[in-house]
């Protein structure tokens, strides 16, 4: 199972994890999946990695020694647009999911996965395939529907997602896969994942400034 | 107080009545004593250096000398009146004399030397009995000349009342002017004023009944001063009057007005006011009815027989009610009112004893000037006591305002206290429903994990112990989230952890949802719901993987409705190859294991009002669980 780029060179991985024994779960399984994986378990070896030269996907916890996950996702995500990146995280829960896809990261890989899983979802992910979960996709659109008050949670701005998007949504939130919702909206099985990307792409705040606009387009900054 | 009349009825109470109507009937004396005083008091003076007292007065042919004030015997025609006649001396030089008549009735003609200067009938507030009208007029000076002159007086008089002429004054016009001004402004002006004022308040009171007309005592009060009012202006039923009838029927106002007073005081101090009492408008009802159908003078004597009668036998009884509310009440209105009737009682008694000629030598009529001033003081009163109630119902509305409001601030601050508790209660409850939820699953699973490893395991098993650890804490995380009663939303996440769990194991997991809607949604269904079905769920797919050896195993979602409502029915069946229900033979450990797990199945269903069909052959196991059409609000089996 060796996945190889487009140039048949191998696909490095930047992997950021400081609890080593989750650093080496992961590693061993990229690796053997083929893999080129450096490793940092704080956010200066992350940045030095970085300066070393861009990977072309970027793994990294929120939770580091010496910073947060999301730090290093703005920042990579501003000088390399094109490494992908995913946060790994412990639950898959939205609160550390969704403040990393506000930043850049367009996907999540759960600490507990299986190998296989694990080189599926990169490999998917370097294809242009965003995972995302039923839990992610319900936390989306039920801040599409809330009203006046804010929900708890992270900020989101989901007034760019289409209708069509916030139906994938639904069926990913309600458990259809991706086959059955292409069938139910009339897509083909093949554009599902590639909304997703989209999704991400439109919950992304890309400056500070655009961040302090949609905060007060949503409401939640008053001047 | 009550209490003591109760006890001893009869004795206190009546020491009572006493102990408050002797001083009461002492200050009426009191007020008596005063009016009598102050009529004397406030009798216009007149010039006395220019009396003419002396007259012969020629009488149905007779001729004989008399003194004046003088009363005529009563007379029912115009025709040949009494003539008066009399001499007075004129000097010389002084300019301007005039006559001047203080008071007569019921009309007159004055002549000097042969040339009338005055008659009275046409002024028809001079020809009204009631009012003692004055008259003055200017004698041209070519008409006197040096020495005696003579000075004639016809007296008209229309019965029944007698005529009477008082003292006639001949003099320079400055020295008798002031003295016809004093009684104008007493006798003509000052009833015009009470009219106006009376005519004003019964407008007000009008007005004030028909806003509240459960206050009948207005209305009464503004009829009274109505009737009051058309008496004052309209002519006098005395000759030559154009609408005799007209005026005849207004004779009949003063009993009824007085009537009305009576009605007034009774309902004014709270009593109800008696059937038989209307016999008290009879009097005055019959005058209408005779001066309707007979012309006069019939009226007239009527009136004098039964209407001035009427009117002092009601000034009597409103005396009577007042003295009662007096006693009853110990109040400042019906003190003053008290007093007012007495003045008006003692004004009514001296007309009378002029009438009749007890009192020699006035004739001025005063009762209805004091019956006018008591109704505007009575009015007044009203109207006083309306804008006090008024201001009472402005200071109660202000008072029910602050009271609203601390009521509503009160409601308030127990409004969030109540909230504080609820939400207080509901943390608790919700932090022990987790904390159940944690120790039915990953508390046991942690636990398992700790035994496996302090007895030296390795590998496999405490990998799976730790994955369902994870597994359930996942699950707990996500049955806390907030998903709107779409149960949907539950196992679409559910169906990920099923996935994920399946993969290694080789077994496909296919979903099968048979109704776009999925499963209908439940507004009632509660975090603790959520978890209790998603585990019965883990069990049946942890069985299929364990027990059964599937290699497929097929989640089918579907709505129903039997006609009561639309329910979900969530089943799931492997290919595997089944167990005995029974729980009897094949291996001890597993089976024991198998029965534990589908027990508590069973009670998970139960808690959630669900029911669990379970059926198991050769060919595979379905675990079928129905949801109610509405979840239980309480765990009822629970704790």
């Known amino acids: ?223 | 107080m009550s209490e003591i009349a109760a006890k001893a009825p009869a004795r206190p109470k009546r020491r009572l009545i006493v102990s408050r109507l002797v001083p009461y009937l002492l200050l009426q004396a009191l007020v008596v004593i005063a009016t009598v005083l102050g009529l004397q008091l406030l009798q216009p003076s007149d010039p006395d250096d220019f009396a003419l007292s002396g007259f012969s007065l020629r009488e149905d042919g007779k001729a004989r000398p008399v003194t004046l004030p003088h009363f005529t015997s009563s007379r029912y025609s115009l025709a040949d009146p009494p003539l008066y006649t009399g001499a007075f001396t004129f000097k010389g030089g002084d300019a301007g004399w005039s006559v001047f008549l203080p008071r007569f009735s019921n009309a007159v003609e004055v002549a000097i030397n042969g040339v009338v200067v005055l008659d009275s009938r046409r002024d028809t507030n001079a020809n009204r009995p009631d009012r003692n009208t004055p008259e003055i007029a200017a004698i041209p000076s070519s008409l006197l000349h040096d020495g005696s002159n003579e000075i004639t007086v016809r007296l008209f008089v229309w019965g029944p009342l007698k005529g009477f002429l008082d003292t006639v004054y001949v003099g320079p016009d400055a020295a008798l002017r002031p003295a016809f001004e004093t009684r104008t402004l007493l006798f003509v002006t000052l009833p015009v004023v009470f009219s106006a004022w009376q005519s004003i308040l019964a407008v007000i009171l009008a007005i004030m009944w028909l806003m509240r007309r459960r206050e009948p005592v207005y209305g009464v009060l503004a009829a009274a001063m109505v009737l009051g009012v058309i008496q004052a202006f309209m002519p006098p039923p005395v000759p030559p009057v154009a609408v005799s009838r007209l005026a005849s029927v207004l004779l009949a106002s003063a009993p009824i007005e007085s009537a009305l007073i009576v009605v007034f005081g009774v309902l004014f101090f709270g009593w109800r006011w008696p059937r038989y009492g209307m016999l008290l408008f009879a009097p005055g009802l019959i005058v209408f009815a005779v001066g309707l159908i007979a012309g006069p003078p019939l009226p007239r004597i009527l009136f004098l027989l039964l209407g001035i009668p009427t009117v002092g036998f009601s000034l009597v009884l409103m005396a009577c009610v007042t003295a009662a509310a007096v006693v009853r009440r110990q109040d400042a209105a019906s003190l003053t009112i008290g007093c007012a009737v007495t003045i008006v009682l003692t004004c009514w008694i001296h007309d009378m004893l002029s009438v009749f000629e007890f009192v020699t030598n006035e004739r001025t009529f005063v009762s209805r000037l004091s019956y006018s001033a008591m109704l505007v003081a009575i009015g007044a009163g009203l109207t006083w006591r309306f804008a006090r109630a008024l201001n009472q119902v402005d200071g109660f509305a202000g008072q029910l305002v602050a009271r609203v409001r601390e009521a509503e601030e009160r409601l308030k601050a127990s409004f969030a206290r109540e909230e504080a508790r609820a939400r207080a209660a509901a943390l608790a409850n919700e932090r022990t429903r987790l904390m159940r939820d944690l120790h039915d699953g990953l508390g046991g699973q942690l636990i398992s994990i700790v035994a496996l490893s302090e007895r030296g395991h390795e590998g496999a098993t405490i990998t799976d112990a730790a994955r369902a650890a994870l597994k359930d804490l996942r699950l707990v995380i996500d049955s806390m989230d907030d998903i709107g009663g779409d149960l949907m939303l539950a196992l679409g996440s559910w169906r990920e952890r099923a996935a994920m769990q399946l993969r290694p194991h080789d077994i496909a997991l296919h979903w099968r949802v048979a109704t776009p809607q999925g499963l209908p949604l439940h507004p009632e269904l509660r975090p603790w719901h959520v978890i209790q079905i998603v585990r019965i769920l883990d069990e049946a797919v942890t069985n299929a993987v364990k027990h059964a050896a599937a290699r497929h195993i097929t989640v089918t979602i579907d709505t129903r409705d039997d006609g009561h409502g639309p329910y979900g029915v969530i089943s799931v069946a492997d290919d595997g190859g089944g167990f005995d229900l029974g729980g009897g033979g094949g291996e001890a450990a597993g089976a024991n294991q198998t029965a534990r797990g589908l027990r508590n199945m069973r009670s998970r269903a139960t808690r959630c009002g669900a029911v669990l069909v379970l059926s198991s052959d050769r060919s595979g196991t379905c675990v079928r669980l129905q949801l109610p059409q509405v979840f239980p609000d309480s765990d009822a089996a629970a704790g």
Request: hydrophobic share 40%.
């Open chain 1, 1 to 223: 199972m060796t996945d190889q780029g487009e140039t048949g060179e191998a696909i490095t991985i930047l992997l950021v994890e400081d609890d080593a024994p989750t650093c080496w779960r992961l590693q061993d399984a990229l690796v053997k999946a083929g893999y080129e994986v450096r490793t940092a378990g704080t956010l200066g070896e992350a940045r030095s990695a970085l300066a070393a030269g861009a990977p072309r996907v970027l793994l990294t916890d929120l939770r580091l020694p010496d910073g947060h996950g999301v730090e290093l996702i703005r920042e990579t995500r501003q000088r390399f647009p094109d490494t992908e990146i995913m946060v790994i995280s412990a639950l898959g829960d939205e609160e550390s999911v969704i403040s990393a896809i506000t930043v850049g990261a367009t996907g999540y890989l759960l600490k507990d996965a299986f190998p296989t899983d694990i080189a599926t979802t990169v490999r998917d992910l370097v294809a242009g395939h965003s995972p995302i979960s039923a839990s992610i996709a319900r936390f989306i659109v039920r801040r599409t529907q809330s009203s006046s008050e804010p929900p708890p949670g992270p900020a989101l701005n989901t007034a760019k997602l289409t209708p069509r998007e916030i139906d994938i949504l639904w069926g990913i939130a309600k458990g259809f896969s991706y086959a059955e919702i292409a069938s139910h909206l009339g897509l083909s099985r093949q554009t599902v994942p590639g909304h997703i990307k989209n999704i991400y792409r439109k919950l992304e705040v890309h400056t500070r400034s655009e961040a302090v606009f949609e905060a007060v387009q949503q409401g939640l900054i008053k001047l």
